[in-house]
Each structure stands twice: as structure tokens, then as C-alpha cells.
């Protein structure tokens, strides 16, 4: 038997045409599942064309999920396109960089509704269907910043705390329902949000120096433990926040 064959599932994965979830994506239609990608423009199609071509099937749905009125569609639309979901990704995120003196107040809500609103409310709108079919799987993209406090990003690092407190309260109530809601905490990886660390030397030096591995992540870094928890093998682990971070937090 193999715990890790995801054929004949059915993802959804928020922001899942470029950087780590278009990574994610990739990861999930690998290991068999068929994919709902919840993208804010359809003007990337290198990860749809990609999943077509593994033989799966993929729907891209275009939604600004800032708007919470947008996530019922989303829901529905995955439904409407493959008539069940077996897994939930919740990617999309966002980063404002400035000093907490100076955070302004548009960008503490843009981060705070994106990150953390948005992350709860399609857990429950997903999450409801999950129980009725008594089983699902739900993956919260969490952060190094949901254990730590971060320079100049307050929005983010409270949003990533409230994104692992989410997952551990509907992981209490939906663990004995049949749905395993758990995170992954990726360190510090090669994406577009972490291209103003990676340009500044000094910065980029004092990450890598803490980072065991001696690198950035890459998006193919985090496929593995996407699949694992989004498969059989993870059926008894609840509640969890998984980092890959090349043991950035042991250190």
C-alpha cells in the first residue's frame, strides 16, 4: 500500500500558480491528486500547463481572497469543477515590510485579512464539506514567524501566530471528525517575498549562517511534506506545525 498516492484526490491551493504554492501544486498533482489553483490573475499558466502535463486535471479559479464575499465561489467553483475536496491549501500570503513605529494601518489589515481572515474562513467553508464526506485533509502555510517575532514585519508575524492558533483549534474540533488540519512553517526560502533579504548582503548572510543546510529553500522543498500531510500517511497527526527550514530553528 502506498500512504503517499494521492490518485483520485481533489486539492485546492490558494496562490498555487507561482512561488511555493505553485511548488505545492506541482508537488500534490505528482503524487496523483487533481487540482483547484486559486490564483489573483490567470496571467501565469506555467504550473497549470505542468500539472496538465503529469495527466491530471486542473481548474483555475481567479479570486481576490481579501474580498471574504470571494470565498464562497471559490468553494463552490472547485466543487462545480471536480465535485468533492479532499484537500485544502491555504498558501496566499502576503508581507509588508516597515518599522512597527511606522506600520501603517492599511498595512497591518491588508496582511492580517489576506493571511489569517482568509485562512479561517475557507477552513470552515471547506472544512464543512470535509465533515459531511467525514474525511479531509487541510495544510496551513504557517511561517519561522509563527514562533518568532521578525524585524519590520509586526502584520505578518501576528498574522503566521494566529495561522498556527487556527490550526490547532480546528484540528481539536475536526481531528475526531475525520479531518486532519495541520502547517507547514517554511524557513527562508527563494520566493519574491523574501527577494528584498536576499538582495541586501548583509541580511542574507546573517539568515544563511543560521541555516544548518547552507541555503535557501526552494519551492521543490516543500512538495514532500505536502504530500505527507496531505495523504494517508498522515492520517493520525493533528494539530501540528511542521517546519522545513534546513534547521533554521535549531539553532
Known sequence: MNFFDLTGKVAIVTGGAVGLGGGISLGLAKAGAD??????????????????????????????????????????????????????????????????????????????????????????????????????????????????????????????????????????????KGVQVNAIAPGYMATDNTQALRADPERSSQILARIPAGRWGTTEDLQGAAIFLASAASDYMNGHVLCVDGGWMNR
Not at 501565469?44 to 470565498?71: F, K, M, P, W, Y
Not at 484537500?87 to 516597515?98: D, F, H, K
Not at 477552513?123 to 464539506?129: I, M, N, S, Y
Not at 514585519?153 to 474540533?173: D, R
Open 35 to 176: 487540482i483547484a489553483v486559486v490564483t489573483s490573475n490567470d496571467r501565469s499558466r506555467e504550473t497549470q500547463n505542468q500539472i496538465e502535463a503529469l495527466g491530471r486535471e486542473v481548474h483555475t479559479i481567479v479570486a481576490n481572497l481579501s474580498d471574504e464575499q470571494e470565498l464562497p465561489r471559490v468553494i463552490n467553483e472547485a466543487l462545480s469543477a471536480f465535485g468533492k475536496i479532499d484537500i485544502l491549501v491555504n498558501n496566499a500570503g502576503i508581507i509588508r515590510r516597515t518599522p512597527a513605529a511606522e506600520h501603517s494601518a492599511k498595512d497591518w489589515h491588508d496582511v492580517v485579512n489576506l493571511n489569517m481572515n482568509s485562512t479561517f474562513f475557507l477552513c470552515q467553508l471547506a472544512g464543512r464539506e470535509m465533515i459531511k464526506q467525514g474525511h479531509g485533509k487541510i495544510i496551513n502555510i504557517a511561517s519561522m514567524l509563527s514562533f518568532q517575532g521578525g524585524i519590520n514585519v509586526p502584520g505578518y508575524t501576528a498574522s503566521k501566530h494566529a495561522v498556527a492558533g487556527i490550526t490547532k483549534a480546528l484540528a481539536n474540533e475536526w481531528a475526531s
